[in-house]
């Protein structure tokens, strides 16, 4: 009988799959002297904490796959090490298990919101693939390309059926990672699997019955910014990335930027106080439209940090304003969206450490959710960029997953994005790479 074809029991009875049972069979035959060969050369791989702790070449194997240095389409390091330690007889276990190997392949269907299979569409596809998943070029087969709906389409290739390499598509499916974005992909359907979404389609009726009146030049660009931070670094550095920003777009649009910022509600002072300066009395404040470089960084410039005091966040507030500069209408004086323009509002809270959404009740009633139907009603995409806020280490982050929630919920609801970034400096990229990824898809979709 041939290595590896007969079942393998380890202690407490479990029954090791195809490659579990050639590590069981190969760590068997392993001197104790190789063994320590082994360990010595993988000191500068893995910690030495981790090495002590290995009394078996099982557990050498079980260490390296938890950092990536062997897995079944991971064979190379393995097969290295054992020529290192002069056994070569296992070395050539290696290779007939992987000649042997017969893994099959994939159908894989990528959907793409364009008006034609492009070939360059394909080639930026694959370029893609076998820089993400490490194939070889010779792996990827493309099927052909069929119109499945108004500019719709799917692209279908075959991939090698390596679990590995298949967890890594749906992984990057499932986070929505950028290099999908940038080759234009809307889906990715596994085999039989369910289809991953990655833009949810909030105006499907445009597939049917196309209505492109934009111009995708015309860019009008709302930036909500929450103000509720008492950092002056902290805001002093977000200015920065949004300058950055402005005249990283400035020249490739026909820009109009509004400015809004917001903070908390203000706790209701005792009778007969009032503050002097009317603005701070306001929960949120808005910079109309303007096409001019110099008043957008003056308006950028005079954004103030009021504080984190105050019992409920003015998130509400500063979404109704942005609603209000998206209504169709007179506007006489241009204080509105532009009809033929791609309208975008970027969102940036401050991470909430707080554990409830009670924080974001309005006192002046204005609801979150239907301010984002409103949005969407408006041809409106919003997309959050979370900032972290710095934070003693030994704080527990109990309402991460919560908040991480509520802003991707809001986001999703007008077809937009959520993004938690580590740090301010990446602001400008992600609105770029936002803002970007809107256009192409407006344009594909023709939905503004």
């Keep these: ?80 090490l054992l020529t290192d330690v002069n056994r070569l007889d296992l070395v050539q276990r290696v290779i007939t298990y992987r000649q042997s190997e017969s893994p099959g392949v ?17 080639q930026n596809l694959v370029h893609n693939l076998i820089d993400y998943l490490g194939l070889d070029p010779s792996e990827i087969h493309l099927e052909g390309s069929e119109q499945v709906g108004v500019n719709w389409w799917n692209v279908n290739c ?20 950028p290099w999908l974005n940038h080759c234009g992909v809307k889906a990715v359907q596994i085999g039989n699997e369910s289809q991953i979404l990655l833009q949810p389609i909030t105006r499907s009726h445009t597939l049917i019955t196309p209505d492109c009146n934009h111009n995708d030049k015309n860019l009008d660009l709302i930036l909500v910014i929450d103000c509720a931070l008492s950092n002056p670094v902290l805001l002093g550095r977000l200015k920065t990335q949004l300058r950055y920003l402005i005249n990283d777009i400035f020249d490739s649009f026909h820009l109009r930027l509004a400015l809004i910022s917001y903070q908390n509600h203000k706790r209701h002072p005792r009778s007969g106080m009032r503050s002097g300066d009317l603005q701070i009395n306001n929960t949120a404040l808005v910079q109309n439209f303007t096409d001019r470089r110099d008043i957008m960084k003056e ?33 006489i004086n241009n204080l509105k ?4 323009a791609i309208k975008v509002c970027i969102l940036l809270p401050m991470l909430e450490q707080r554990t409830n959404l009670e924080i974001f009740e309005c006192e002046h009633g204005h609801d979150v959710m ?6 969407t009603k408006n041809y409106v995409t919003l997309h959050t960029i979370v900032i972290p806020q710095p934070m003693p280490a030994y704080l527990p982050d109990l309402a991460h997953d919560l908040m991480t929630d509520f802003f ?14 580590p740090d301010v400096k990446f602001i400008s990229q992600v609105a770029r790479f936002t803002i970007d990824a809107n256009i192409s898809e407006e344009h594909l979709f023709g939905t503004a």
């Design 1 to 80: 009988m041939a290595h590896g074809d007969s079942r393998v029991v380890v202690s407490g009875g479990i029954i090791l799959n195809r490659f579990r049972r050639f590590l069981e069979r190969l760590s068997q035959e392993i001197e104790q002297d190789q063994f320590e060969g082994l360990k010595f050369l993988l000191r500068g791989s893995i910690p030495a904490g981790y090495l002590e702790e290995c009394r078996k070449p099982r557990d050498l194997f079980t260490k390296m796959m938890q950092q990536g240095l062997l897995g079944e389409d991971n064979l190379d390091n393995l097969q290295k």
């Design 106 to 122: 994939e159908l894989v269907c990528f959907s793409f919101g364009m008006q034609g299979a492009d070939i360059n569409v394909k």
């Design 408 to 421: 991707t919920g809001i986001s999703l609801k007008t077809g937009g994005k959520f993004f938690q970034i």
């Design 370 to 375: 239907k301010l984002c139907q409103q949005l």
């Design 158 to 177: 075959r991939i090698p059926k390596r679990k590995e390499m298949l967890d890594n598509l749906r992984w990057a499916a499932v986070q929505k990672l």
């Design 337 to 340: 969206c532009r009809k033929n």
């Design 299 to 331: 308006a950028i410039e005079n954004l103030r940090r009021f504080g984190s005091k105050g019992t409920t966040r003015g998130l509400a507030d500063g979404l109704a304003l942005a609603v209000q500069l998206s209504e169709l209408g007179d506007d």
